[in-house]
């Protein structure tokens, strides 16, 4: 039955990659706002590759930031309802330096095709469309019915589509969700995400003197920002990696005891995995769990940046009158962003030292997801990877999250399907980010398939 379909792909997989080079070349950068002309490029293209595809009421949503687009194919009888989730927008690409080829002029070379966003996430929800293309144009339908939804903020929280989805969830309903933005556990080992986590993103502001003070004249007496600022944040976390806040751990559920001997049988050595991924002295995080549970099963807290005084070049010896701190937290379920974020920002203001204002700012927030492995619908997935691949897919967690995936749970009470085709070695939100090129068509071969399994 699929064999026809298959040969199209085949036939047509000299098109399929031009055509995701050219997505490619787009600067689709949604945190930068001189990149906004270029979401709405993408967006563009985006729309045209549905239509092209054959998918109806294809349209772009304006939101509070860039488009939406959304197309649909809904005549199969009786069948299921699959909504398949994407995101057309890029981190941007520093350092450029460290850039091989430029990041959005994509470079086939290895096998592997080099740009920003080959596997974040334009190389992979690609495979959405040009699945759909496979079916439609060798069929009279798809055995499913279809929505495709894809946004241009998930780099950046993903505001807009989830304003859309509270609103508009009748005109979304479906069985199941289809995100392919993850990543294999191994090369030709295909995986199946059962888990993300969840995340607070804060901002803590230190307030000491009226304005920046002479180190000399005021140095002993003054209060720093950025001292008060290290001293919270050292209290944050102990020595053995422990979360420091009062109630943390409190709603943390433990994975069962099936779950974690599974994961013994992965292909995983923590050495190679600190020498080639990390690439590191050592490997750090809470003292009696593997490296595996500490990415995937344990919450975190960790500090991305301290902007506050002065790191120019020479000396200029002042003491700062603010600084910031920004950290997020990844949760684990059953941990709720709302009651993290409150025991934080309590934490934060016992811990001010005196002569300095503190506050926290909230950023974003995403819930931690798991999925029943056992759901039809994930099962449906896992039979689609093992005719593809000739070897049933493993079931892991990641260390990640996805926003949106979390409110398709709540709002559309739908279970998503995370199968993704990129690699641990794919450098997403790196230099050289790149994608297996057979990847990007065993991704497309096993959408392909999961639509026929998921009608079953």
Not at 56 to 62: D, F
Request: a negative charge; aromatic letters at 8%.
């Amino acid at each position: 039955m699929l064999d026809p379909i298959l040969s199209y792909v085949q036939s047509c997989q000299t098109r399929f990659l031009d055509e995701l080079i050219e997505f490619l070349r787009i600067p689709s950068i949604s945190t930068l706002p001189e990149h906004r002309a270029d979401m709405d490029r993408a967006a563009v293209f985006v729309r045209a590759q549905m239509e092209a595809a054959g998918l109806e009421n294809c349209r772009m949503i304006a939101t509070s930031g860039p488009p939406l687009v959304y197309g649909d194919w809904l005549h199969a009888a009786n069948a299921p309802t699959i909504l398949c989730y994407g995101h057309y927008d890029v981190q941007p690409p520093d350092p450029l330096p460290e850039w091989l080829s430029q990041p959005f002029d994509p470079t086939l070379r290895d096998e592997q095709i080099y740009a920003r966003g080959a596997a974040d996430d334009k190389g992979q929800m690609f495979g959405f469309l040009k699945a759909a293309e496979a079916w439609l144009k060798t069929e009279s339908g798809l055995p499913v019915n279809l929505r495709v939804l894809i946004e241009g903020e998930e780099e950046v929280g993903g505001a807009g589509i989830e304003q859309f989805v509270r609103d508009h969830a009748g005109e979304l309903t479906s069985d199941a969700v289809l995100v392919c933005d993850t990543t294999m556990f191994a090369p030709d080992l295909p995986t199946i995400d059962v888990g993300l986590r969840g995340m607070v993103y804060a901002e803590v502001h230190a307030i000491g003197a009226a304005s920046d003070l002479h180190s000399g004249l005021y140095g002993g007496v003054a209060p720093n920002p950025l001292e008060a600022l290290a001293r919270i944040i050292a209290e944050l976390k102990q020595a053995d990696g422990k979360i420091s806040i009062p109630g943390f751990y409190d709603q943390v559920r433990t994975p069962s005891v099936a779950e974690r001997s599974s994961w013994l049988r992965l292909p995983f050595n923590e050495e190679e995995y600190r020498r080639g991924e990390v690439r590191a002295e050592a490997l750090t995080g809470e003292v009696g769990y593997s490296a595996l549970e500490r990415t995937w099963v344990r919450p975190t807290l960790e500090v991305h940046g301290i902007p506050g005084g002065f790191t120019g070049q020479g000396a200029k010896t002042v003491i700062p009158a603010r600084a910031a701190a920004k950290i997020s937290m990844r949760l684990v379920p059953d941990q709720r962003p709302a009651d993290i974020y409150a025991a934080f920002e309590r934490h934060v203001q016992a811990l001010a030292p005196k002569g300095v204002t503190v506050t926290t700012k909230l950023l974003n927030t995403a819930d931690p997801v798991v999925v029943d492995p056992d759901d039809r619908f994930v099962q449906a997935a896992a039979a689609a990877l093992h005719e593809v691949f000739g070897k049933p897919p493993v079931f892991v967690r990641s260390g990640g999250s996805i926003p949106i995936v979390a409110m398709f749970s709540g709002v559309l009470h739908a279970p998503t399907v995370m199968m993704g085709f990129a690699l641990a070695d794919c450098g997403a939100h790196a230099p050289n980010e790149k994608l297996p090129i057979a990847n990007y068509y065993r991704g497309i071969a096993s959408i392909i398939r999961f639509f026929a399994h998921a009608a079953r």
